[in-house]
Each structure stands twice: as structure tokens, then as C-alpha cells.
């Protein structure tokens, strides 16, 4: 089993910027793909960023150059930097591991970010 606990939402005036955590517990040598989706009121939860285990990075097409995913390995920690946030970035973030041995997909509790106009 793995554990996520995400961190760091809050809220910030569109422009700013905030720092997302992630912390990973467990059996974490199985993770193979790490990532952030987000869910906006009344909208489907949805990519933002994903991390291989091999160090390839995905982003979403809204969010390239202005959000960055990262890892800690000592810290066990993954992070999404987020800066010039808009409106519409506002959303429940939520931290994302799969693991391959087996085969399963885990999800933190989340962490809201409000971004203000």
C-alpha cells in the first residue's frame, strides 16, 4: 500500500504563486508514474502534471511554463510549483501515485486552491 498526503493550498491572488506537497509513504519502490490532477467545481478531475519513474514529465496544455512537478527522492516528496495562477485554476488538487506490483492507482485526500481575481 502507498500513502499520499498532499499540502500547501490555500488561497492567492490570480499572478501569485503557491508550492504543493506531496508526501508518499509506503510501499513506495512500486510507484511507477506520479502526478497531480485537479477537480474544478461542476468539471471532471483532470491531469495537471505527471512524473515517471524514469524522470519524463507531462503537462497539461493549460498549465506548461507556468507549473512545474518535481521529486524529492530523500524526502519522498513530490511537489508542483505553480506560478502566474489564474482564476481558473482554481480546483481540489489532488496527488497521484500507480503502482505496477501490484497493479493499482492511489489518491491523497486533496487540497483546495483558490485563486481570487
Known amino acids: 500500500q502507498v500513502q499520499l498526503v498532499e499540502s500547501g493550498g490555500g488561497l492567492v491572488q490570480a499572478g501569485g504563486s503557491l508550492r504543493l506537497s506531496c508526501a508518499a509513504s509506503?510501499?513506495?519502490?512500486?510507484?511507477?508514474?506520479m502526478g497531480w490532477y485537479r477537480r474544478a467545481p461542476g468539471k471532471r478531475r483532470d491531469l495537471v502534471a505527471t512524473f515517471t519513474s524514469g524522470g519524463t514529465t507531462n503537462y497539461a496544455d493549460s498549465v506548461k511554463g507556468r507549473f512545474t512537478i518535481s521529486r524529492d527522492n530523500a524526502k519522498n516528496t513530490m511537489y508542483l510549483q505553480m506560478n502566474s495562477l489564474k482564476p481558473e485554476d482554481t480546483a481540489v488538487y489532488y496527488c497521484n501515485a500507480i503502482t505496477l506490483a501490484p497493479m493499482y492507482t492511489y489518491w491523497g485526500q486533496g487540497t483546495q486552491v483558490t485563486v481570487s481575481s
Open positions: 509506503g510501499n513506495i519502490n512500486s510507484i511507477t508514474v
